[in-house]
């Protein structure tokens, strides 16, 4: 993969991102949960999906990208151990709401999980784009 094409890959992850994240909100507003429930995790993997692809680090499952997000960026200092807890802690929620038929969560549990991962994917998409901006 070229510089160029590079770029231009982590751009559409992030643009991604912020898809996934409006439709997590827009979903919480009709009270589906496990719609929301995906959507959040979808939105910080594939910001983090981009941070790793500006700094030509390959992954193949979503325990891999998992796993080198903790190994990369948090065991590092990049990122918070909290912020690595929220990442894991919003793909178990992902498998159990796309997995399980009885899945629920608070709507206000969920609202502040809303605005955890919001804060997440906006770090992730500012180192992003500051690393992007370097080459």
């Given at each position: ?104 969560i608070e709507p ?28």
């Amino acid at each position: 993969m070229t510089p160029d094409q590079r770029k231009i890959a982590v751009e559409l992850l992030l643009e991604k991102s912020a898809r996934n994240m409006e439709q997590a909100v827009r979903n919480a507003a009709l009270d589906y949960w496990d719609l929301v429930a995906n959507r959040l995790y979808y939105s910080v993997f594939h910001a983090v999906t981009a941070l790793m692809l500006a700094d030509g680090i390959r992954t193949g499952t979503h325990k891999g990208t998992s796993s080198q997000f903790g190994q990369h960026y948090v065991l590092t200092g990049q990122f918070s151990r909290e912020d690595g807890i929220l990442y894991s802690r919003l793909q178990t929620m992902r498998e159990k709401a796309d997995y399980q038929n009885t899945f629920t969560i608070e709507p206000a549990k969920g609202t502040m999980l809303i605005e955890q991962a919001q804060r997440l994917r906006q770090h992730i998409h500012d180192v992003t784009t500051a690393k992007l901006a370097k080459h």
